[in-house]
Nanobody, 132 residues
């Protein structure tokens, strides 16, 4: 089992920044690709960003590309999402998720699935509210 705990959410004005963190505990973090997803009221959960175990591969949804940055620090089992130039449409509950890439070819460089149902573990979410 992997336990994920998000933190860093809050209320911010449009144009502001927030940094979300996700701390993992439990079994080894090795070979887990990590992703951030978000879900706004009445909408489906959507992919935001993904990062490989190695940290060398990242990718983003078009809606956040150029504004958000995902990073990870395997030494202390944490993943971060730096969010800049926030917009009201970024308002949502943000979730951290882990996908086991063990057995995949080049598992270290696999940056995670775009689809939420491919992930094995989830955090409880943290609310981000951007006011206009």
């Amino acid at each position: 089992q992997v336990q994920l705990v998000e933190s860093g959410g809050g209320l911010v004005q449009a144009g502001g920044s927030l940094r979300l963190s996700c701390a993992a505990s439990g079994r080894t973090f090795r070979n887990y690709a990590m992703g951030w997803f978000r879900q706004a009221p009445g909408k489906e959960r959507e992919f935001v960003a993904g990062i490989s175990w190695s940290g060398s591969n990242t990718y983003y949804s078009d809606s956040v590309k150029g504004r958000f940055t995902i990073s990870r620090y395997n030494a202390n089992d944490t993943v971060h999402l730096q969010m800049n130039s926030l917009k009201p449409e970024d308002t949502a509950v943000y979730y951290c998720a882990a996908e086991d890439a063990s057995g995949m070819e080049k598992a270290d460089d696999y940056s995670g699935s775009y689809f939420w149902f491919e992930y094995d573990y989830w955090g409880q979410g943290t609310q981000v509210t951007v006011s206009s």
